[in-house]
């Protein structure tokens, strides 16, 4: 018999502080801001988050 530890789902502000980390410090609280009115479901889609940091100019890759 095993045991599995149950997953922890990551919180709101996991998900915020993951998305920020990789930004440049100078444009983080503007990205914080914006990030802050997102539903948790459009948090947990990076490719979203990316896409809207890059149409705000945040985000330069």
């Known amino acids: ?3 599995f530890k149950p997953v ?3 919180t709101r502000k996991e998900l ?3 998305a920020l980390k990789d930004l440049d410090p100078s444009v983080r609280e ?3 801001e914006i990030l802050e009115t ?3 479901n ?3 889609n990076m490719d979203k988050v990316k896409e809207l ?3 705000r ?3 330069y890759i």
Do not use: Q
Request: glycine share 4%; hydrophobic share 40%.
């Open 1 to 3: 018999m095993s045991i």
């Open 16 to 18: 915020i502080e993951n």
């Open 53 to 55: 940091l890059r149409k």
């Open 42 to 44: 459009s948090l947990k």
């Open 38 to 40: 997102l539903d948790e």
């Open 30 to 32: 503007k990205a914080r």
């Open 8 to 10: 922890k789902k990551p």
């Open 57 to 59: 100019g945040l985000l």
